[in-house]
């Protein structure tokens, strides 16, 4: 698997969370959970995943990233290195039991299986993202924006 794959199933997977968050029939009423105070579409996916319009949002917008930076090879690198950081930032979020650090101060849930999912993503992003042949110079990135320019 290359990095550009990893791009584009991280893409359809977080453009499908994104887009489940807005579709009513799949959501159960969260049982007990930390309190939030931006309760719009505030639901669970298949009672397992929390989710409010702010990361469903969220969601949209990291698969969006994700699939576009699939077209190429230097984007994807870049994704897997950058998504690496982000997805860790929310999974450990998740995990720390202050609910304030949990919820974002009240606006998104990153509890619960929320946090796993995200810190599972940042273990196969950080594959990827260190992976040997995957170096990036300013010579490749002057090759991929224009592969006329002559070798020197």
């Known amino acids: 698997m290359t990095a550009r794959t990893l791009a584009a199933l991280c893409g359809a997977l977080y453009l499908a969370l994104g887009v489940a968050g807005f579709v009513p029939p799949l959501w159960e ?49 870049v994704f897997a290195r950058a998504a690496t950081i982000v997805f860790l930032l929310m999974g450990v979020a998740g995990l720390i039991p202050v609910r304030e650090v949990q919820t974002l101060f009240g606006t998104t849930p990153l509890f619960g299986y929320n946090a796993w999912l995200y810190l599972g993503t940042a273990l196969v992003t950080l594959i990827f993202a260190i992976r040997p042949g995957y170096e990036l110079t300013q010579i490749g990135l002057k090759e991929q924006l224009n592969p006329h320019i002559p070798n020197k």
């Open 29 to 77: 009423r969260p049982p007990s959970s930390p309190p939030i105070a931006v309760r719009v579409f505030y639901a669970t996916l298949f009672n397992v995943l929390h989710v409010n319009i702010i990361l469903s949002m969220m969601h949209l917008t990291l698969g969006l990233w994700a699939a576009m930076s699939a077209n190429d090879k230097y984007s994807s690198v």
